[in-house]
């Protein structure tokens, strides 16, 4: 993939991912961080993954800093939020890309523990990490960009509908906070990737079923997370996108139109 051009008003900011240590977010921490931000790395169970992570980026000469915490427990991600802003130094923006399925759970075999921590991985998180960088984001007009997903505007496949609908009410939350936090200066959206090749669908979907979305994507190919890095980045800068609140940028390489 081509590098992306440089995007002056990102260097110098920092810049906390959620789930950063692989897939997405560790496109994202390499993309922010060749944009001349200072990245938090937030990991949970991939510790010698986010440390292999920002020692790329710190060779690079980037700035990187890796934080653990299991964003399932609000008193966790309150403590990644200030330990990621007393590192760097400030918090300018905040990506809560931490999320995933936990199981496939069709609804017919509907299990009131599976969903609560679908819940607590996907909603909850975002909740409490936005209230807690609030205050840093206020002081530096920053933004917030939320993770969604395809699975929200579709109702998900099987055994994902609980996901899908926890994406679908963190959609709601975006338009809700950029509503609130747009006084305060802090501007808030977010990204809904389609069928990306990450540890997400290494865990949940089978070669077949991947075999069968590949071919619903008019550009006729999976996205690599790579893919996803131009829509955040843009996102992030107020030079490009300072007038945008509240808005979901859809990259799903034409999925949802089919």
Do not use: W
Not at 93 to 115: E, K
Not at 152 to 168: E, F, H, N, Q, V
Not at 169 to 177: A, L
């Amino acid at each position: 993939m081509t590098k992306p051009l440089s995007i002056p008003d990102l260097a110098g900011k920092a810049v906390l991912i959620t789930g950063a240590s692989s897939g997405i977010g560790a496109a994202l921490a390499r993309a922010f961080a060749e944009q001349g931000a200072s990245v938090g790395v937030h990991y949970n169970a991939s510790a010698a993954a986010a440390e292999a992570l920002c020692a790329d980026i710190r060779a690079a000469g980037g700035k990187a800093t890796a934080v653990h915490g299991d964003v399932t427990k609000p008193a966790e991600i309150v403590r990644v939020v200030e330990e990621t802003a007393m590192a760097l130094g400030r918090l300018d923006g905040l990506v809560n890309n931490a999320g995933g399925m936990v199981a496939r759970m069709p609804y017919a075999a509907f299990d009131g523990a599976v969903f609560d921590e679908v819940i607590d991985l996907n909603v909850r998180s975002v909740l409490v990490a936005s209230h807690a960088a609030l205050p840093f984001l206020k002081a530096q007009q920053g933004f917030i960009i939320n993770t969604t997903s395809i699975a929200a505007r579709t109702g998900a496949s099987l055994g994902a509908g609980p996901y899908g609908s926890a994406k679908a009410f963190i959609e709601n939350v975006t338009r809700g906070m950029a509503k609130e936090f747009a006084p305060f200066g802090v501007r808030v959206n977010a990204v809904a990737p389609g069928i990306v090749e990450t540890p997400f669908h290494e865990r949940y979907s089978d070669q077949a079923y991947l075999d069968a979305m590949r071919v619903t994507i008019p550009l006729q190919r999976l996205a690599k997370p790579e893919d996803m890095v131009g829509p955040y980045l843009f996102l992030a800068s107020e030079v490009l996108s300072g007038y945008m609140i509240g808005q979901v940028l859809e990259a799903n390489g034409g999925q949802l139109m089919t």
